[in-house]
């Protein structure tokens, strides 16, 4: 008599820490990253000059009360200058972030998935994506925020890796 065995395996579980990282990615890469990208796109020459005024005021304000100098007038000055260059280079700009932001979000979701591959495209979106700014605004005036972001970047690149053993 011939026995027929079958075997069934259960799909790998997905660990919960993973799942918690993949929904904050979907959150930065997509809620932030994404729409942020888009609503720039579509409310930036309405706002621009209002924004050009404002921070040229606090510029002015800064000087006249002797501060003109230090974190607070650099960062106006910053904020003045990537304005401008947001101004010049609008298209292009959020055109590299969308990208970036959509490539990101299709790593996160390959991980969600528990794909290893997730996880080589989440990390390349990602690194590139930190050098839009540096690139395209102007490498001084977006350099503090630039490392703000690549630290949190370069965090959940480490929880991800270490999650890499649930991943095939």
């Known amino acids: 008599m011939e026995e027929n065995v079958t075997t069934i395996t259960t799909p790998k579980k997905r660990p919960t820490f993973l799942t918690v990282l993949c929904i904050l990615s979907f959150i930065g890469s997509g809620g932030f990253g994404l729409l942020n990208s888009l609503y720039q796109f579509a409310t930036f020459e309405s706002s621009y000059p209002k924004n050009a005024e404002k921070l040229s005021l606090v510029l002015e304000q800064l000087e006249d009360a002797g501060m003109d100098s230090g974190f607070m007038y650099t960062n106006a000055q910053n904020s003045l200058i990537q304005l401008e260059k947001m101004s010049q280079n609008l298209g292009i700009i959020t055109g590299a972030n969308c990208l970036f932001a959509l490539l990101s979000l299709l790593g996160v979701f390959m991980m969600f998935k528990l ?54």
């Open 115 to 168: 794909k290893k591959n997730g996880f080589y495209l989440y990390l390349g979106a990602n690194l590139f994506w930190i050098l839009v700014p540096l690139a395209l605004i102007d490498f001084d005036a977006t350099l503090f925020m630039t490392m703000v972001s690549a630290g949190i970047t370069a965090l959940f690149v480490i929880l991800y890796a270490v999650n890499l053993k649930h991943m095939k």
